[in-house]
């Protein structure tokens, strides 16, 4: 099992940029797809972006593409979600997932999951 640690959340006003940070422990592996979610209050979890274990693919939400980039360093285990012209409608908590199928937008595909991360983005 892989343990993943979100950090880099906090309050932000509109325009303003984040970056977020996963680490994974545990029986951790570089062939892992690495993905990000969200949850708003009231709203079911949704996809935002993911990469794959090389680092060359990524896939994002249409809500967040050109926004909002995803990166991962193995050598660190560690996946990076850098976030910017963040918007009111951003605001949610930002999970870190880790799966062994491929590049995926579905939440099933990933067996791993974080805690999350808030982030809140006043208007």
């Known amino acids: 099992q892989v343990q993943l640690v979100e950090s880099g959340g906090g309050l932000v006003q509109a325009g303003g940029s984040l970056r977020l940070s996963c680490a994974a422990s545990?029986?951790?592996?570089?062939?892992?797809?690495m993905g990000w979610f969200r949850q708003a209050p009231g709203k079911e979890r949704e996809f935002v972006a993911a990469?794959?274990?090389?680092?060359?693919?990524?896939y994002y939400a249409d809500s967040v593409k050109g926004r909002f980039t995803i990166s991962r360093d193995n050598a660190k285990n560690t996946v990076f979600l850098q976030m910017n012209r963040l918007k009111p409608e951003d605001t949610a908590v930002y999970y870190c997932a880790a799966g062994d199928y491929g590049l995926s937008k579905e939440a099933l595909d990933f067996g791993s999951w974080g805690q999350g991360t808030q982030v809140t983005v006043s208007s």
């Open positions: 990469i794959g274990w090389r680092g060359s693919s990524t």
């Open positions: 545990g029986r951790t592996r570089s062939t892992y797809a």
